[in-house]
């Protein structure tokens, strides 16, 4: 048996979403600040509504341990996602969208019902990311 017939991804939180999200609607407010559509009071409420809509939106990445995937596994050339309910999904194919040094994208596909999740670099330990780049080439 090959040891790349059967690989189990557990996956953890990620700082990097944290750091990723925190950017993206820093630089929409700066944006928006920079416009000179809006008034110094509409800065201030804007900014409280970006903040409570960051918060709102990352509430899981804050609180609980960040994803709602616990583990990817790929055993003899069939995908199961196991979440925190305890459900799987299973899926029977896997191609990688985009992978760099921050984070992974892969789609998984069971007929019509398409997955996409994005695997941050510290979310996954580095020899699994490597096992599974290899499987995801062949």
């Known amino acids: ?13 990620s700082r990097y979403l944290l750091i990723f999200g925190l950017i993206v609607h ?15 009071f509409f800065y201030l409420i804007y900014g409280l509504i970006i903040i409570n809509f960051f918060f709102f939106v990352y509430k899981d990445v804050l609180i609980t341990s960040g994803t709602s ?6 055993d003899h050339g069939s995908w199961q996602l196991h979440a925190k309910d305890g459900k799987i999904q299973k ?9 760099n040094s921050i984070f992974t ?10 997955k996409r999740l994005m695997l941050f670099s510290d979310q996954i330990v580095l020899e699994k990311s490597h096992q ?6 062949n």
């Open 91 to 99: 899926y029977l194919s896997c191609r990688c969208l985009l992978d």
């Open 132 to 137: 599974l780049k290899v499987i995801l080439k």
């Open 69 to 74: 995937c616990i583990a990817l596994v790929y």
């Open 26 to 40: 820093g630089v929409a407010l700066v944006a928006f600040s920079e416009s000179g559509l809006a008034l110094s």
């Open 1 to 13: 048996m090959s040891n790349l017939s059967v690989l189990k991804l557990e996956i953890s939180s």
């Open 105 to 114: 994208l892969i789609e998984l596909k069971n007929g019509s019902v398409i």
